[in-house]
């Protein structure tokens, strides 16, 4: 499933495809553009994940000056909120269902967009920006102890 998430309102486009390829996700950003005012600026937060960087998205994005393009860091998934709404989708609509087929579970997937979007709540952080960096300071992997630096 690809997923746009609307930050402010919590509105869910989703569109879910049996191969995740960069084919699918341009076909997945033409829905996007068409399901919003044609006056607003989209900014697609994405992972790193090759599907989203081949030539042909890059070049569709360089066509539609509208579309602007955001990677976020390896492991930091956690700076995309489309991906705390996709743990949603694990938590409520996966785990909490039983499904024999995959069909079951693929329209199990296929509807959850629409059920959360007739009663969405904005997420809200929970933690302080200084307890993820004291979280990243008292890790054993030194790697990961050092402070977040932009």
Known sequence: MFAAHEVKTSHVIGQTH???RSVEFRKFLDRVGANLPADL???VV???YGTHKPALIRN????RPRFHAHFTATYGSW???????FAELTNQQIRRGSHRRVRELERAIA?????????PR?????????????????S???????????
Do not use: M, V
């Not at 569709?60 to 066509?63: H, I, L, Y």
């Not at 700076?79 to 709404?85: G, H, K, S, V």
């Not at 054993?140 to 932009?150: A, G, L, M, V």
């Open 111 to 119: 509807e959850f967009p629409g059920a959360h979007n007739q009663s």
């Open 46 to 48: 994405t992972d790193n």
């Open 18 to 20: 049996r191969r995740h």
């Open 79 to 85: 700076l995309n909120l489309a991906e705390r709404w």
């Open 60 to 63: 569709w994005f360089a066509k």
């Open 122 to 138: 904005p997420f809200k952080p929970r933690a302080r920006q200084h307890s993820c960096q004291n979280r990243a300071l008292r």
């Open 140 to 150: 054993s992997n030194p790697r990961k102890s050092r402070p977040f630096t932009y």
């Open 41 to 43: 600026d989209i900014h």
